[in-house]
């Protein structure tokens, strides 16, 4: 994208988040515009189509008080792109990487497109070092490890800010001491959950290595399809270029689809489930991908996506495609949650892919898998038997099944419900884990190797 | 041969002054000559799929025809490469572009300069048609057969001598019978959307061995065939697409990570090379083809990324092997249809997917087959094709999974429930199905027993019976049911717990061979008979349950692959003395 800038005013229509400039003709696919409004206010633009007599451009900062009169357009010939440099560190941008916090302009270190380019899949560095975060369901049953993209499956009200909060708090990978950094991308979120961030950041020091793009819920809509790129941009220099380890936090990504889907519906485009764009798999695939790690690199991107499920539907369009582009999920049960469980996490349909890797002797211990799957097996034939004994009650049941319903409601209370205090290390988990598995007779741990029960469960708990 | 770009709308750009220009037809758009393909024509406007980004591309700029279509090259060195959609070779363009993919990038897929050695089959005043072995290259264990290529008839003028040649060098000529002479190299060139030519489809009767208990014992599918593997995000559809990339005894495997994550292609990076395959001995990577166009990577690459594998796989099933693909996810393919065809404005179907999707489906799988290869030679050689579908929201009434349903013939339903309780492989034993079992009997009978049959119609009673009572049990308790009810809730916990739960991650179950699957088969069908005595003889369920025998039943999965005769023989007779049944067991 080289032409130069040229500048039209002929803004033939304006609808939804949209506009149409004609008699550009020679406007570049994704190019950056610049809309300047009757009042002098500027806006930033991006070409979505273009033909030889016309060009579609949706508008960042929204249309409203654009006209067809006066309104003008400056094609600036470039991609989207933003600066970085090592003084983002401990810097809060607003949604389009302006400065919010007060401070001057980022001096150019360097200028970057925000679309990124696709890691080469030959280039990947498999992600195997686990990071513990201090909570119990998720080191224990659903290991995060570095370069992981997992992201939390929430609802309304659920708490979700909080336990990312105290992840981006706790997390630490074992045996190492290397240069970390976290980077936050809000988009719609409220006030109050914005103001619950920055305290928290600035109560734990934690601002001075991060980097925080907010746009507010009533800040413009369209603005938050640029927002986590550009603080996927601000990561990607972190980790490849700084090799720093880079956790991103992303929330929420369902206000994010919802600017996708408004676009697309100005559009008039066919749209796949409850209107929805047919792309949006690829779409996400472009901000979910961008995590991971890099062979002969040093640092990571680790993404924690916040997504929230309308209505609690994990089928929604949101975090289904989400799942499907995601190394697993972290899933927010509002049964825990009004069961006063913290965190909530409800572990059945919870899951981490990397985990496997990331476990085990040499790594966390010798015994992780093994207790991993006997908890899941226990819990989830727990689950079942509550939903039974509902119907018939208990007398029916036998001995095995009466501890197992003994053993799911400690289960619930002692080893998910580890409450908002600090966190437990791996483990402190396992042996909790322990704990509760000597509920059940040694033959009944089939998830778990003979000579592994011999030296875990009878041992004394420490 | 030039046109001129008048619309761009994301992978899609039309041009006008393309008259003359052919459907499917290769062209290089925009100044930075990006590849595209030509999938509408109208007048002298083509629309056009370009296979990379097209952010700065411009109405004005230049499109230049080629002529051919999209094609692969197909020839020695296929074999432990990695491609995009495309076949663009990613490890030389990481070593050339770096750790990122840089559009425009235009390397040859195969190599111009290794050497392979050639030894010659054929000779001068030969007759060659279609499939004739012109000659051998040695391609790690494996012989490639260089084959006279489709178009070509007549009398061998020349065919080299041994020695080392490039996929470049002329090995051989054919004196045609109008009297031309064609120069034939080791390298083809093949339109990825054409299907390659054979003399006759055959039935196909040995099973393709995976190693998976669930898949060869009870859900079996053959060289040659089709499955499908439809499940929610999460249930174990990649894994299983690995596990018979591992271990399936096929020769050759094509996988094809299609619309799917980074980070799996780097595990089959990381893995393959390290692996051995249980029957060679030689790595893994040895004998697979990976064709990546990740999620990430360009839309329409990824929707040309199925055909270039099949494409590959056709190409070793003519020399006469039989070869495995496995695409991950199909229905990541089919969105990149949906995705162009919106562009297009094309009158959308169910779901905004073309009204052609049902028949690219079938199409693609019909590909699938053992076949009779063209020529003299007569060999056999199969190409097997196992569909990832990843249906929205798991919900198997979408147009993906049932136009698939459709033309495959194996249905390994993944189930959420079962994934969430850790129960893997999550294959529902009750929805699941192939309609290949009485094709591979024979099979089975000559490799583990007569018995195969009956064992395999027992079990599945009784895990069907669990799922009637199941219900009932729900609204009484499990309590008043008759003892034999009893028994077959407990037996078909059994086949559960160490029959169909299999562990990915466990080194020694993650293949477990036919012959111990067998015997598995045998250990649990005895206990569930003679179970049935003991409780028509008055024994409980519960006392039957306590027995030491149960819990060994448990752990018959992870005794070693060598070892397992043994034990398996000890257990027997454990079981036979434990229900009173004299010394031995059987033979
Ligand atoms: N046979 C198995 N043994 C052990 N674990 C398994 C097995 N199959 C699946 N799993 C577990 O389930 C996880 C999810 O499996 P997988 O990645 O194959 O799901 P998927 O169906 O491909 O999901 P998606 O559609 O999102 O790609 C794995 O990471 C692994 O932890
Ligand atoms: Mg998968």
Redesign the interface.
């Known amino acids: 994208?080289t032409?130069p800038a040229r500048e039209y005013t002929s803004v033939v229509r304006v609808s939804g988040p949209l506009m149409v400039v004609s008699g550009v003709?020679?406007?570049?696919?994704?190019?950056v515009v610049e809309v300047r409004l009757p009042d002098g206010e500027k806006r930033l633009g991006q070409v979505?189509?273009?033909?030889?007599d016309i060009a579609v451009i949706q508008v960042f900062g929204g249309t409203q008080d654009l006209d067809t009169d006066i309104t003008s357009v400056r094609f600036t010939g470039e991609?989207l792109r933003m600066v970085v440099s090592p003084e983002i560190l401990g810097r809060i941008f607003d949604g389009s990487a302006a400065p919010a916090d007060g401070g001057g302009a980022v001096i150019p270190g360097k200028i970057v497109d925000i679309?990124?380019?696709?890691?080469?899949?030959?280039?990947?560095?498999?992600?195997e070092d686990c990071i513990e975060t201090g909570i119990s369901a998720i080191d224990g049953m659903n290991t995060l490890v570095r370069?992981q993209k997992l992201p939390i499956f929430s609802g309304a009200g659920l708490p979700h800010s909080r336990l990312a909060a105290q992840i981006a708090r706790q997390a630490r990978v074992l045996r190492d001491q290397e240069e970390f950094a976290i980077v936050f991308g809000a988009m719609g979120i409220t006030n109050e959950e914005a103001r619950f961030f920055l305290n928290e950041f600035e109560e734990t020091g934690a601002l001075e290595h991060a980097v925080v793009f907010i746009n507010r819920a009533d800040d413009p809509a369209i603005e938050r399809i640029i927002t986590p790129r550009l603080a996927l941009t601000a990561a990607e220099y972190l980790a490849?270029d700084l090799g720093m380890h880079v956790l991103v936090i992303l929330q929420d990504i369902t206000a994010y689809c919802e600017a996708l889907r408004e676009v697309s519906a100005a559009r008039d485009?066919?749209?796949?489930?409850r209107g929805y764009p047919?792309?949006m798999?690829?779409d996400l695939?472009?901000v979910f991908?961008?995590a991971?790690r890099?062979?002969g690199?040093k640092g990571s991107i680790t993404q924690l996506p916040i997504i929230s499920m309308p209505d609690d539907d994990i089928?929604?369009?949101v975090p289904?495609?989400t799942?499907?582009?995601t190394?697993?999920?972290i899933v927010l049960s509002r049964d825990l949650h009004r069961k006063g469980v913290y965190p909530p996490i409800d572990v059945?349909?919870s899951?981490s892919?990397?985990m496997?890797?990331g476990i085990g002797e040499g790594k966390t211990r010798e015994d992780h898998?093994g207790v991993s799957?006997q908890l899941?097996?226990a819990y989830?034939?727990g689950r079942r038997l509550e939903s039974?004994v509902t119907?018939?009650?208990e007398?029916?049941?036998?001995e095995a099944d009466r501890r197992t319903l003994a053993f799911t409601a400690r289960f619930e209370k002692e080893f998910i419900g580890q409450g908002v205090g600090g966190g437990r290390t791996v483990d402190e988990t396992l042996d909790a884990a322990w704990d509760l598995l000597r509920l059940f007779p040694g033959?009944e741990l089939?998830r778990i190797?003979?000579a592994l029960i011999e030296k875990y469960l009878r041992r004394e708990a420490p | 041969m030039t046109g001129r770009i008048i619309r761009i709308t994301g992978p899609v750009v039309e041009a006008d002054g393309m008259r003359g220009a052919l459907m499917y037809e290769l062209v290089h758009a925009g100044t930075d000559a990006l590849i595209g393909e030509i999938i509408g024509l109208a007048e002298d406007v083509a629309t056009i799929q370009v296979y990379e980004d097209t952010t700065g591309i411009a109405p004005g700029e230049p499109v230049e025809r080629t002529g051919a279509p999209l094609s692969v090259e197909l020839g020695p060195g296929l074999l432990g490469m990695v491609y995009d959609g495309i076949q663009r070779p990613l490890e030389v363009i990481r070593n050339e572009m770096g750790d990122f993919i840089i559009r425009g990038a235009t390397l040859p897929a195969l190599d111009r300069r290794r050497t392979y050695a050639f030894t010659p089959v054929a000779e001068a005043g030969g007759k060659a048609v279609p499939g004739t072995v012109i000659g051998t290259v040695a391609e790690g264990r494996f012989v490639h057969r260089i084959l006279v290529p489709h178009g070509t008839e007549g009398v061998f003028a020349s065919v080299a001598g041994a020695g080392e040649y490039t996929v470049m060098d002329q090995i051989a000529a054919v004196l045609s019978a109008g009297g031309s002479e064609v120069p034939v190299t080791m390298l083809r060139r093949w339109p990825v959307r054409v299907g390659r030519p054979f003399a006759e489809k055959l039935r196909p009767k040995d099973p393709l061995i995976t190693g998976q208990r669930i898949i060869d014992s009870f859900f079996p599918i053959v060289k040659g065939g089709t499955a499908a593997v439809p499940g929610p995000f999460g249930a174990g559809k990649t894994v299983v697409q690995h596990q018979l990339a591992k271990w399936s005894d096929a020769d050759i495997i094509v996988y094809v990570g299609c619309g799917e994550r980074g980070n799996e292609l780097a595990d089959v990076l990381r893995q393959f090379p390290a692996l051995s395959d249980p029957r060679s001995g030689t790595p893994l990577m040895d004998r697979t083809v990976l064709i990546g166009n990740t999620s990430n990577m360009p839309v329409a690459a990824r929707e040309a990324s199925v055909y270039t594998g099949i494409t590959i796989a056709e190409y070793y099933r003519d020399m006469g092997y039989d070869v495995a693909l496995m695409a991950d996810s199909t229905s990541r393919w089919a969105e990149a249809m949906r995705e162009i065809s919106g562009r297009l404005e094309e009158m959308p179907g169910e779901h905004g997917y073309p009204a052609y999707l049902a028949s690219r489906l079938a199409g693609f799988y019909e590909r699938a087959g053992k076949v009779r290869v063209l020529g003299p030679s007569g060999s056999e050689g199969s190409v097997s094709v196992i569909g990832a579908v990843s249906p929205p929201g798991g919900d198997f009434s979408e147009p993906v999974t049932q136009n698939t349903l459709r033309v495959v013939r194996v249905f390994w339903a993944l189930d959420a429930d079962l994934a969430h309780a850790r129960h893997f492989p999550s294959i529902n034993w009750l929805t699941s199905y192939s309609l290949y079992p009485d094709d591979v009997q024979g099979w089975w009978n000559a490799h583990g027993g007569e018995e195969w049959s009956a064992m395999r119609g027992a079990m599945m009673a009784i895990l069907q019976k669990e799922g009637e009572l199941e219900e009932i049990v729900h609204l009484v308790g499990p309590d008043v049911l008759p003892e034999d009810d009893k028994l077959a809730l407990h037996v078909a916990g059994i086949i559960r717990e160490s029959f169909l739960i299999q562990s990915a991650f466990d080194p020694v179950d993650t293949f477990c061979p036919p012959e111990k699957q067998y015997h598995m088969m045998r250990l649990i069908t005895d206990y569930a008979r003679y179970g049935k005595e003991a409780v028509e003889g008055g024994r409980s369920v519960a006392e039957i349950a306590s027995l030491p025998v149960a819990a060994r039943l448990a752990r018959l999965g992870s005794m070693e692959n060598e070892a397992f005769t043994e034990y398996f023989e000890e257990t027997e007779r454990e079981m036979a003395a434990a229900f009173g049944k004299g010394a031995g067991g059987r033979t």
């Open positions: 994208m032409s003709g020679d406007a570049a696919y994704g190019e979505l189509e273009s033909r030889t991609p679309s990124g380019s696709p890691i080469n899949p030959t280039a990947r560095a498999f992600p370069g490849f485009e066919v749209p796949a489930r047919g792309y798999y690829t695939a472009s991908e961008r991971g890099i062979h690199r089928t929604h369009p289904d495609l799942g499907y582009i190394e697993g999920q059945l349909p899951l892919r990397l496997s890797g898998g799957d899941y097996a989830a034939k039974l119907v018939i009650g007398e029916g049941l036998s033959e089939n190797s003979p």
